[in-house]
């Protein structure tokens, strides 16, 4: 017998498209993809994925990328939380440019 449990959850894929969905707690960010890559807009092979969780007592609110093979129970993903699916060959966002005239702050030393 299998202990796997039901997680709702919200789904949104790179474009903004989201579902509220029900899936199996050994179901993978890999599996949702596959199944609902073609609504949502979700390319399976060249995705990333960003686990969001709500502020839960005695938790912050959190963001952070999981693994799209790894289960989503192992993954810490629970009932109320999002999975934001974004293409990998996305550039990163990158900060503001100072305004003319003002001084950029130091950077930190990297060596």
Known sequence: MNDARVILLTVTGPGGRSAD???????TPR???AHLGPDLGIDP????????APQRPG???RQRLIRADAPLAASGVL???T???AQAAQPAPQPPEP???MAVPPQPHRG
């Open 59 to 61: 938790q912050p609110q």
């Open 31 to 33: 599996d949702l993809a």
């Open 83 to 85: 999975l934001v699916f």
């Open 21 to 27: 969905v029900g899936a199996r707690s050994d179901a």
């Open 99 to 101: 305004a003319p005239g």
């Open 45 to 52: 092979a060249s995705s990333v994925v960003t686990h969001h």
């Open 79 to 81: 009932d109320g939380d």
